[in-house]
């Protein structure tokens, strides 16, 4: 990291002054000096780690080719070495409509995000992504800070389904059984499947189950399914 200090009089020289960079507790950083022309450039040792940091430049650290003498100065500066974090209020999920997925970072952090590996778009801080497509759609987002650090990509996957479900009833009917009728219900592997017989409580399973007619005389079986995106399928009866 390089830290020019200042353009002064003409041409600079080493002087017999001292420079010194310390770091917030007081700590001497080892550096090393050079001069170019008018400007001295002050280069750490080590890359610096997140913190504040004071050069100062003590009297007659510095001379111009006719002899003028810098006096005392100090600056302080702050290092930024640390990557910015970056969030979606929700991960991923499941919907029959949009999706809204709020980012956020640092306030001033810029954060780029990109759907279903389209363009870069950005905002600054905050915001809020729209997800409208029907299908699985991928969120690629990350942050660069106002320092310039990076952080890490992440990508979340978000699915809009407007489908209703289909479920299936076998057997659909059954005119006349001396024996309990079992009656096979399905439909996808994440709906919810409500039935319920000759109007009475609703009872539910996911997926598929099996409902048994046992009772003597007629029965109505009304059938339903609800998927993991919230849309129904039509209540059909059996």
Known sequence: T???????????KMGCGQIELKDSSGNTVAFTKSIKGST???????????GKYTLIL????LTDLDGNHLELYSTSFTVDAASPNVSANQTGGISNSSIKVKLSSEPDATIYYKINGGSWNTFTGSGT???NMEGSNSLEFYAVDAAGNPS??????YTIDKT?????VTPSSVSLSKNSINVAISSELDATIYYRTNGGLWNTFKG????????EGTTDLEVYAVDAAGNPSQHTMH
């Open 2 to 12: 390089l830290f020019p200090y200042t353009t002064l009089f003409r041409s600079i």
């Open 40 to 50: 001295l450039t002050i280069t750490p040792v080590n890359s610096l780690i997140s």
């Open 58 to 61: 003590y009297s007659d650290c």
């Open 129 to 131: 992504v729209s997800i």
């Open 152 to 157: 890490a990509h992440k990508t979340c996957t």
């Open 164 to 168: 209703a479900p289909v479920v299936s």
């Open 208 to 215: 598929s189950g099996t409902v048994i007619i046992s009772s």
